[in-house]
């Protein structure tokens, strides 16, 4: 993974949370759709070992 591709994932994981905290009356507005369970939590993880792969 390039650091292009990395700082993607990372803007995206940014957005999804800030839009998680937001609050929406309509119930299909956007910010009412969550993506699967502890995803981005993963995601992070993810990101997380392969910056330690690549320092190493």
Same mark, same amino acid.
């Given at each position: 993974?390039? #650091? =292009?591709?990395?700082? *993607?994932? =990372?803007? @995206? %994981?940014?957005?999804?949370? #800030?839009?998680?905290? *937001?609050?929406?009356?309509? %119930?299909?507005? @956007?910010?009412?759709?969550? %993506? ?16 330690? =792969? %690549?320092? #190493?």
């Amino acid at each position: 993974m390039n #650091e =292009e591709t990395r700082g *993607a994932l =990372e803007r @995206v %994981i940014k957005e999804v949370k #800030e839009k998680r905290e *937001a609050r929406c009356l309509n %119930i299909d507005c @956007v910010v009412n759709h969550r %993506i699967g369970g502890n995803d981005i939590q993963l995601v992070e993880g993810w990101l997380d070992e392969t910056k330690k =792969e %690549i320092e #190493e």
